[in-house]
């Protein structure tokens, strides 16, 4: 079946502009992750859903991070007024259940200039 | 603060031969250890993953070994392989407590030389 699909690959922001990035998980996954992943780290994780409810929003950077999933199904992160420091690979992951294993998308590029 | 420390950050091995990566952590609380395997351009995969009530699991060519008393862990990897090339991160949870994102090494950069 399909895995988990983000979208725009690669995006290229000018330093001020908003930005949203969107994430389609697997079918039927309840659970909805968002990690940054900076250039040669780990990722770090940034926020999590259990169906439409935001049940960890902990690790966003500031306040100009932004998540929902109004529906329960399809994300969208939203980073506002983008800085150079918001440069990053930032991957989606769905999972069946809270403690089921995180299925990872192919992550969103995101440089600020 | 790292919450989970990986080292080395690269490993040259031949083919054919073992892969050993460790990892480190100090939350006592954790309670699950997922490898993750991440080719450019792609995002993390599970490979294995463990729970401290056992100190050895095996996947086929895939070993983790897990010490609870030295709060570490380590992938191996036998008879490695050029596809193995990647990047391998390892993970820790603490679903126990419904606490359900995972907190990432800095990442091993593998390469199996033909």
């Known amino acids: 079946g399909a895995g988990v699909s983000q979208s725009p690959r690669y995006k290229v922001a000018k330093r001020g502009q908003d930005v949203a990035l969107r994430c389609d998980p697997i079918?039927?996954?309840?659970?909805l992750f968002w990690y940054q992943q900076a250039l040669g780290q780990g990722p770090e994780f940034l926020t999590y859903?259990?169906?439409?409810?935001?049940?960890?929003k902990s690790g966003l950077p500031s306040d100009r991070f932004f998540a929902e999933r109004p529906e329960g199904s399809v994300s969208t992160l939203k980073i506002q007024r983008t800085q150079q420091e918001d440069s990053a690979v930032y991957l989606c992951a769905s999972s069946l259940g809270l403690s089921d294993t995180q299925y990872f998308g192919p992550g969103t590029r995101l440089t600020v200039l | 603060q790292q919450q989970v420390k990986q080292s080395p950050q690269s490993l040259i091995v031949q083919k054919g031969g073992i892969s050993i990566i460790n990892c480190a952590y100090e939350?006592?609380?954790?309670?699950?250890f997922p490898w993750y395997q991440q080719f450019p351009g792609k995002g993390p995969a599970l490979l294995i993953a463990?729970?401290?009530?056992?100190s050895e699991k095996k996947e086929g060519r895939f070993t983790i070994s897990f010490n609870k008393s030295a709060k570490q862990f380590s992938l191996h990897i036998m008879d490695s392989q050029p596809g193995d090339s990647a990047t391998y991160f390892c993970a820790a949870s603490n679903f126990g407590r419904g606490a359900n994102n995972l907190f990432f090494g800095t990442g091993t950069r593998l390469t199996v030389i033909p």
């Open positions: 859903f259990q169906n439409e409810a935001q049940l960890d």
């Open positions: 939350n006592t609380a954790f309670d699950y």
């Open positions: 079918s039927g996954h309840v659970s």
């Open positions: 463990i729970r401290p009530d056992v």
